[in-house]
């Protein structure tokens, strides 16, 4: 083609423009369409683009903690295995889902004809088995089944088993709460499900994400209850084995701290374990604690008298007619189970006289006993945190029958719960003030915020509190000797309570079954400064249906435990007499230091008083307060204590001879990790030694270094 | 660039030295293989293959004389298109690589030795003079042929749906992209020869044409519709260039149509790879997914793209993104700006492969650069028209830039051999002549 002269040459120049010219046009057409692509429709195109990588990925947060009220972990999240298949790849991969089956099947318990079946679906996703444990996830893995995979999900696990099961409630397999605090909290625990952009492949794998990943905001809120476990498990303990023992259906128990409205435990029996709650039956999942309502009996009867102090319509001191143990209300009769003639309202709660009730609750009167009742929170729900909580029965006075206002004074036709009753009697033990129950002391955020903290709310000023303190000051002779509930006295302290042992309805005949009870016993101690406050409630006791015989035990033991765990100070009714005296000259409080007087004379008999003069100080070192305290009340001294745990020193030192009722000084400290004694103790022997030992005892205190200072003189009634 | 322009033109001089001579037709001895026609033709010379040379030592060569180094212009856009494809296939394999083999490096590794081992057979093929390899136009194309035939009767490599590899220890030989290249060579070797004689249907045209129709169904018996169409394209592009009756042209391509026709509608992949480039967003499930997802990958880019490693279209989203739609990971990353450049990268080879085949000194140096040079365009062109969803989806790759070892090697090689044409040279007598008396005449 040297030879551009040339025709051909020529011809095949211009043929081969030809051709270079169609290439052109096919680049050209090329790059038209890229434009068109690229530049006129980029938008949509990278829209479509975007739709399918871009995704709001939702972040699978970790379920928040549980805790009880000292940290201890009551429910918690914890990774586990979970297997799962690919049937479409097993079948791809041309392997036999049967003899893949019949390798998974007896390692994981599972029927090898169903996951057989199971692996055989058209699908590219089963699961075998969720959950499954460790050993099980490590021999799965090991057995490198083609089409089986094993990924982590989160398993919600209660270590306690079945501790607090029914405040807890549980999660189920997808950790989503469905009952109990895991239902009544379940935005807070599942924690914030927010999304984050993030590019996915084309398989849905997570690339990478535009933001950085905040494990924080992944973070369930973790909750603190105000749930002791110590005493809850006390508590569910001695529930167990009262319902068991009485041979009865069922049963509550509440233990509260009055002041606060906190609830320290909350056990139902029959219970349930939380990790596998398939295995239970409803019934025992219930927290009937709030959900089951019950007519009250005369564990109401407080209210009652509370009411009726408060409006003026009885007076401390007046005498009512019992009628020897019957006494007719419109066409019915009301019997006592022991005959009364004339009763004051304070012996009317330490015997339970139901027609007293019945005349106190006539002379309140229909409105004014509904009123008190209502304002005691009868009927309406108490607010607790907690789910499928009941309001319980009380109608309106106008709807009530001629007889009601006389049963409903005693607790009949009327129903409330165990959480009620004790919110209610709580008021009393706080000095009138109904509280909010509080059963979550603390929720804290993943960054350590404190979202929600529980502060004492009082509901409403129920009843004055000088009445209270007389109500209350009544109530303590329901537990001592003469009383309805002996066996709910706590030695070294002054319990309050009432017992009630109300007959069930009979729902199939109607009017009252004749051999189905409820019992039950709320009470609180120390009388005089209320720390604990307990409801026992027993569902058809078999062996004894009497409240004073069943459920009163169960809240000494429970009771009793609770305020040495907590190392509550006790008191003594020689103390009450002492606070009551001074008070002399106001009108209410002299009639309430005369109506203790006569409780106490009534309840009961004065002992022997120890010789005049000068006593020897008996040596308490190494004891607890508790056994301090008797002995020293034996001896006749008042004591002072100081700090909680043994005593470790005490002004004036053992031997030394004092005047009687002199106070001693005692200083406790909490005994070294070895169980023996305080190194001080044996040094506590001179006051100055005493005052060395507390300065240098008091750092070492692991509780804020709070005083407990119990003033007590030897009384007639000490353990 | 210049360092390979210093090689070729260094290597001149000494080829230069050794090879200077000097013939005249008249000098020249009719090859056997040519006598036929020379009896018919007894004007008609042509050069001798090297093997003749080989057989028949004492006779003088007549190769025209090297003056110059090869095109740089056009070494350097290839030899930027190799660097570019590097580096996009391993943009737009590293997702792919590490979920299929665990390394992300793999096809990138894969193809830098491959372009290492192209960029020898090119320097090769550009340094030793195109006459002589001329003698190895039949041992080439028969190996070729050989190699297809394996493939078709069903040695082959199965990948994709179809077995067009031939496995050779870890290497995968693709006799498809091997046979185009031979073809282009037999072609540019039997036109050459035919010069005048082309016009005739019987020995201008036939042969070319039946040759190519058993390259094109061995081919499609792989299957590999695109190969058949590109190497039909390729024999019609240069009957053309060379001269052939349009008419005869034409009417193969007529007749060609319906079996086309057949062969798209006969085959149900086929079928949908037509209803998927017609709508390919209504199918963006089935059948279109693959083309939306390239469409979509250039919409992405937008005008300048999202940068070099930031596609999200390879994220085992596009099917074959390091391979035949890697020009949509070029579009998505490198945007429309990137793309024009390579477009244009692409239009500077055409045109300096079409400038060598002005500048060829005989003609078989002018149908071996118009053969390769339109066959790197047509793939370059027919490849990107697919990605962008102007034809339907063909299987063809992106010369140079692709991934693949066959393609890469064999498209080196064409263009060691398009580089060879390019040099200038001077006193072809041979073919000069030859060709200058050819122009001369009337057929």
Known sequence: MNAPASRRGLFMRARIVMLATLLGCGAGAVVYRAWDLQVRRADTLRGMAEEQYLRDVALAPKRGTIYDRDGAELAVSVDADSVWGNPLAIKKAGQDARAIASHLAPLLGLDVEVLAQRLSSERHFVWVKRRVTPAQGKAVRALHLPGIAISEEARRFYPNRELAAHVLGFANVDGVGIEGLELALEDKLRGPRHTIPAVLDRRGEIVFSQQLLDERNAQGDEVTLTIDKTLQYLAERELELAVRTSEARAGSLVLIEPSSGEILAMANYPTFNPNEPNRSSNTDRRNRAITDRFEPGSTIKPFTVSGALAAGAVSPTQIIDCENGAVRVAEYTIHDSHHFQLLTPAQVLAVSSNIGAAKIGLALGRAGLYRAFTRFGLGERTGVELPGETAGILRHYKRWYDMDAATIAFGQGVSVTALQLAMGLGAIANKGRLMQPQIIKRIVDGHGEVVQAATPHVRRQVIPENVARLVSDMLVAVTEPGGTAVEAAIPGYLVAGKTGTAQKADYVHGGYADNKWMSSFVGYAPAQAPRLLAAVVLDEPMIAHQGGSVAAPVFRRVMGAALRHLGVPGDNAGALAEQAAPRKGDASKSVAAAVVAQALTAAAPSEPSLAAGEVLVPSVLGQSARQAISALHQAELDVRVQGTGLVSAQEPAAASVAQRGAQVSLRLSPPSADGSLPASTAKATTPAAAAATTSEAAPTLPQPARELIAVARPGGHDG | ?443
């Open chain 2, 1 to 443: 660039m210049g360092m390979l322009g210093n090689m070729f033109s260094s290597a001149r001089p000494a080829e230069g030295n050794v090879r200077v001579r000097r013939s005249t037709p008249t000098e020249e001895r009719p090859r056997e293989a040519d006598s036929d026609r020379k009896s018919r033709d007894g004007e008609r010379k042509t050069t001798a293959p090297a093997a003749a040379a080989a057989t028949k030592p004492a006779k003088a060569v007549k190769h025209p004389e090297v003056t110059g180094p090869a095109d740089a212009v056009l070494s350097a856009t290839v030899i930027t298109l190799v660097a570019f494809g590097i580096v996009m296939v391993y943009s737009a394999s590293a997702v792919f690589a590490h979920q299929r083999f665990g390394s992300g490096q793999y096809f990138l590794i894969r193809q830098s030795i491959f372009a290492v081992l192209g960029l020898c057979v090119m320097v090769v093929t550009a340094s030793i003079d195109y006459h002589k390899l001329r003698a190895l136009t039949y041992p080439f194309l028969l190996t070729a042929l050989a190699l297809l035939l394996v493939t078709a009767v069903g040695f082959g490599h199965a990948a994709g749906g179809a077995a067009r590899w031939i496995s050779v220890g870890p290497i995968h030989i693709q006799p498809a992209e091997i046979v185009k290249v031979a073809m282009i060579c037999w072609l540019a070797y039997s036109l050459s020869k035919k010069t005048e004689r082309i016009r005739s249907f019987s020995v201008g045209f036939l042969p070319h044409v039946l040759g190519a129709g058993v390259v094109m169904i061995l081919c499609l018996k792989q299957p590999d519709f695109g190969s058949a169409v590109m190497i039909g394209l390729i024999t019609f592009f240069m009957l053309f260039t060379a001269g052939a009756r349009l008419g005869y042209i034409l009417g193969a391509g007529m007749l060609a149509l319906p079996m086309v026709y057949y062969l798209v509608a006969g085959s149900e992949y086929r079928m949908r790879r037509i209803t998927a480039f017609l709508s390919p967003f209504q199918y963006r499930h089935s059948a279109g997914y693959q083309i939306a997802e390239s469409l979509m990958s250039f919409g992405a880019g937008g005008t300048t793209g999202v940068g070099i490693g930031d596609s999200h279209q390879k994220l085992l989203f596009l099917p074959e993104a390091h391979t035949d739609f890697i020009s949509a990971i070029i579009g998505e990353e490198l945007g429309f700006l990137g793309f024009l450049a390579m477009v244009a990268a692409f239009l500077l080879l055409v045109v300096r492969g079409l400038r060598a085949a002005f500048t060829a000194v005989d003609e078989y140096g002018t149908y071996l650069a118009v053969g390769i040079t339109l066959f790197l365009g047509t793939q370059a062109f027919t490849n990107l028209a697919v990605a962008v969803g102007l034809l339907p989806t063909k299987g063809l790759v992106l010369p140079f830039i692709s991934y693949g070892g066959s393609s890469l090697l064999v498209n080196c090689l064409a263009v060691g051999l398009l580089l060879n044409v390019s040099r200038p040279r001077v006193g072809a007598v041979v073919s000069a002549g030859e060709s200058s008396r050819a122009f001369g005449g009337v057929a």
